[in-house]
């Protein structure tokens, strides 16, 4: 029996994964635990999930670490999730350097506790000259934020004369976007069951294939992403579109 991954078709794969890793309170609290210790272990599958996509060659893979409703959490496990997001950093950049990984982050900068954003600098920076796959972190980001943020900037350029009202399209409002550099995900990825977007790249995600697992974020692995992969190049993306025209 072949593989998952000797199954995968090299030349369908998706350029650019995003993934809403979700479900590490749960895996924690049945196992008897504080969610902040499903957090910990969250930590093992963004590991193999960018391992995987690194190896296979795709180009971007976008992780919602942190959402802005993410701040209303207790302050004990916002607390512990920044100081996770600090130590992780520091013990991975290495690892994303022998691997050719740039690191981008998209979200509110300003938001974020200075010394996480200067551990996140530090890493982008030295990273920075990477080739291979953009490993970007959704961190204290929400979409409708990230659009209302782009409508307002546009409406400074209209206002200062650098663009025209008649030039603003899907093409250009993408620019103003945190994801100006990336192509749209072709694929999506929820773990935990939960069948919602939670305010995740409302606008790049408008054809994106939507892939829902049950299982939870600590749990999954390099197998689990390549069934979603698989699950993908079998389905036929029409783009409003007929059958018979693709
Ligand atoms: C996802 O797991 C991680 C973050 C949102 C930071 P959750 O913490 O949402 O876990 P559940 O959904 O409560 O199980
Ligand atoms: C979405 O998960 C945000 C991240 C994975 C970072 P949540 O667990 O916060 O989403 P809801 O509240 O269940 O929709
Ligand atoms: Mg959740």
Redesign the pocket.
């Known amino acids: 029996m072949e593989s998952l991954k000797d199954q995968l078709i090299r030349e369908k794969l998706p350029r650019h994964v995003a993934v809403i890793?979700?479900?590490?309170?749960?895996?924690a609290q049945k196992k008897g635990n504080s969610?902040i210790f499903?957090?910990q272990h969250?930590v093992t599958a963004v590991r193999e999930v960018t391992e995987a996509a690194a190896e296979l060659g795709i180009g971007y893979l976008t992780l919602y670490?942190?959402?802005t409703e993410?701040w209303s959490r207790p302050k004990r496990e916002v607390d512990a999730?920044m100081s996770l997001l600090v130590s992780t950093i520091s013990s991975e950049t290495k690892t994303l350097l022998k691997n050719n990984v740039k690191l981008n982050t998209i979200g509110c900068r300003e938001c974020l506790p200075p010394n996480v954003l200067k551990k996140l600098e530090d890493a982008e920076n030295k990273t920075s000259q990477n080739t291979g796959l953009t490993l970007t972190l959704a961190l204290s980001y929400s979409s409708r934020w990230e659009i209302v943020d782009a409508a307002k900037r546009i409406a400074g350029d209209v206002k200062a004369g650098k663009i025209n009202i008649d030039e603003i399209n899907d093409e250009v409002f993408s620019k103003y976007l945190t994801t100006y550099d990336m192509p749209d995900p072709e694929l999506m990825i929820r773990t935990?069951g939960?069948l919602r977007i939670s305010n995740f790249l409302l606008w790049q995600l408008a054809y994106t294939e939507l892939y829902f697992t049950e299982v939870?974020?600590p749990d999954y692995r390099k197998e689990d992403f390549y069934e979603a992969l698989l699950d993908y190049q079998r389905r036929e993306r029409r783009f409003g579109k007929i059958s018979q025209q693709i």
Do not use: Y
Request: net charge neutral.
């Open positions: 890793m979700d479900g590490n309170g749960r895996w969610r499903g957090h969250g670490a942190f959402s993410n999730l935990s939960e939870l974020w």
